[in-house]
Nanobody, 126 residues
């Protein structure tokens, strides 16, 4: 069983920056692809960014491309999402997710992930 715990959310003014983290734990956490998703009030959960285990490939939603950067530190079992030039429309609960057997693959479909964190709130004020 893998546990994912997000942290780092908060309130930031428009144009500001924030980095959220996702700490993974579990005896079998190896070769997992990971991703970030978000859900704003009244909206469905949407894909934000994804990365494979060896960090050789990433994918981004068009809405965040050029502003957000996904990265990971496998020695620390931690996933990051650095968010720059934040906009009010980035306000949402941000979730990390992990998928088994993700050594080289990048996964953008939420249904393909095996584990989810509880989320961290990011609020961007205008």
């Amino acid at each position: 069983q893998v546990q994912l715990v997000e942290s780092g959310g908060g309130l930031v003014p428009a144009g500001g920056s924030l980095t959220v983290s996702c700490a993974a734990s579990g005896p079998t956490f190896n070769s997992y692809a990971m991703g970030w998703f978000r859900q704003a009030p009244g909206k469905e959960r949407e894909f934000v960014a994804a990365i494979n285990w060896i960090s050789s490939s990433t994918r981004y939603a068009d809405s965040v491309k050029g502003r957000f950067t996904i990265s990971r530190d496998n020695a620390k079992n931690t996933l990051y999402l650095q968010m720059n030039s934040l906009k009010p429309e980035d306000t949402a609960v941000y979730y990390c997710a992990a998928k088994r057997q993700g050594y080289t693959i990048v996964v953008v479909n939420a249904d393909e992930y095996d584990y989810w964190g509880q989320g961290t709130q990011v609020t961007v004020s205008s």
